[in-house]
Antibody, heavy 123, light 112 residues
Framework: QVQLVESGGGVVQPGGSLRLSCAASGFTFSSYGMHWVRQAPGKGLEWVAFIRYDGSNKYYADSVKGRFTISRDNSKNTLYLQMNSLRAEDTAVYYC????????????????WGQGTLVTVSS | DIVMTQTPLSSPVTLGQPASISCRSSQSLVHSDGNTYLSWLQQRPGQPPRLLIYKISNRFSGVPDRFSGSGAGTDFTLKISRVEAEDVGVYYCMQATQLGLTFGGGTKVEIK
């Protein structure tokens, strides 16, 4: 069965950095685009970033562009999110999520989500 | 960005009765490839989101048939034919037609 397990969350000071990881299993990771989506405490869902199945293209929400970098290592079945210049408003649970269809050029729908990892930006 | 607006914000429902959630997009969700990338997600308390419906009306694997989706263009609806206790949670619509996925604000379904 599909499993997505995030790690790397924690408490960080404003201006600091953190790298999240998402270990994938149960499907051919290299065939699917992947997303990071976040949810601030008590709030709704906000898309953060998407990377194509082969890593050839990456897209970001305006709120994180220039500060966050999405990447993947298909040999390790792992997705990453490097977060720099963190702000209080980045505090959220970060989910990695899998695209529903393989070899897509662009997103279509998200079919599986991890349990999430909490990032808290606070002094 | 495409703005997704859900109504109602909250839906108290009697067990066994139907529930309906509406989602409206600020522009048409018909993609240049002819598909409409509108999905519905369920988030139970303390859980990650779970896919229910994709491309307007396709029920995802394992989703009970009491859930159904419909609509076109900018107006979409999720219906639960007979609400069960396990359906309590927040429901989100999501569009992927335009890059930069966007979500509705969520509708909380609770039991009366």
């Amino acid at each position: 069965q599909v499993q997505l397990v995030e790690s790397g969350g924690g408490v960080v000071q404003p201006g600091g950095s953190l790298r999240l990881s998402c270990a994938a299993s149960g499907f051919t990771f290299s065939s699917y685009g992947m997303h990071w989506v976040r949810q601030a405490p008590g709030k709704g869902l906000e898309w953060v970033a998407f990377i194509r199945y082969d890593g050839s293209n990456k897209y970001y929400a305006d709120s994180v562009k220039g500060r966050f970098t999405i990447s993947r290592d298909n040999s390790k079945n792992t997705l990453y999110l490097q977060m720099n210049s963190l702000r209080a408003e980045d505090t959220a649970v970060y989910y990695c999520a899998k695209e529903g269809e393989g070899y897509n050029w662009n997103p279509e729908y998200v079919d599986y989500w991890g349990q999430g990892t909490l990032v808290t930006v606070s002094s | 960005d495409i703005v997704m607006t859900q109504t109602p914000l909250s839906s108290p429902v009697t067990l066994g009765q139907p529930a309906s959630i509406s989602c409206r997009s600020s522009q048409s969700l018909v993609h240049s490839d002819g598909n409409t990338y509108l999905s519905w997600l369920q988030q139970r308390p303390g859980q990650p989101p779970r896919l229910l419906i994709y491309k307007i009306s396709n029920r995802f694997s394992g989703v009970p048939d009491r859930f159904s989706g419909s609509g076109a263009g900018t107006d979409f609806t999720l219906k639960i034919s007979r609400v069960e206790a396990e359906d309590v949670g927040v429901y989100y619509c999501m569009q992927a037609t335009q890059l930069g996925l966007t979500f509705g604000g969520g509708t909380k379904v609770e039991i009366k």
